[in-house]
Antibody
């Protein structure tokens, strides 16, 4: 059974850093395209970043230079390293599998950026 | 970025009704469009990909159509479980973008 489990969310001060994790089971992260998608409280969905099976990475403009997507093949886990966090990064962060249409999603982890 | 605009933002309907939601793209996205259903506190669920392909396990009362810049999600006969928020998403070009959502409410 395919499963994605995010962790690592929490309360961080503006300017701080945090790393989110997404542990996968039932499939291999490294042979799939994997994304992070976020949803601010009461708002819609926003695609954040993708890592291709070949390792190429892409980001939405608002996080470029601050966020880094990566994976650990030995742990079958996806990561999102977030630096220089801002209040408008506050959201539930989902990891999702797919090369555009996302067929499996995790349950999400909440990041709150506030002083 | 490609802008995705859904209409209506809110839709009130009754069990058994046939409803449609429209999604318009700011430029052609061919058929690279997905539809998702989201319930409060839950992750989105993929319903339709490539504009009209039904995801495995999704009831056949859901259907998608369109190409280019205009797309439609249709639910043929609303069931109680269908009251949720629906999002379209383009994946024609990186910088994937979602519509703002359509909340389907019980009339």
């Amino acid at each position: 059974e395919v499963q994605l489990v995010e962790s690592g969310g929490g309360l961080v001060q503006p300017g701080g850093s945090l790393r989110l994790s997404c542990a996968a089971s039932g499939f291999t992260v490294s042979t799939n395209y994997m994304s992070w998608v976020r949803q601010a409280p009461g708002k819609g969905l926003e695609w954040v970043s993708i890592i291709y099976s070949g390792g190429d990475t892409y980001y939405t403009d608002s996080v470029t230079g601050r966020f880094t997507i990566s994976r650990d093949n030995s742990k079958n886990t996806l990561y999102l390293q977030m630096n220089s966090l801002r209040a408008d990064d506050t959201a539930v962060y989902y990891c999702a599998r797919g090369d555009g249409a996302f067929d499996f999603w995790g349950q999400g982890t909440l990041l709150t950026v506030s002083s | 970025d490609i802008q995705m605009t859904q209409s209506p933002s809110t839709l009130s309907a009754s069990v058994g009704d046939r409803v449609s939601i429209t999604c318009r793209a700011s430029q052609s996205i061919s058929r690279w469009l997905a539809w998702y259903q989201q319930k409060p506190g839950k992750a989105p669920k993929l319903l339709i990909y490539k504009a009209s392909s039904l995801e495995s396990g999704v009831p056949s009362r859901f259907s998608g159509s369109g190409s280019g810049t205009e797309f439609t999600l249709t639910i043929s006969s609303l069931q109680p479980d269908d009251f949720a928020t629906y999002y379209c998403q383009q994946y024609n070009r990186l910088g994937y973008t979602f519509g703002q959502g359509t909340k389907l409410e019980i009339k």
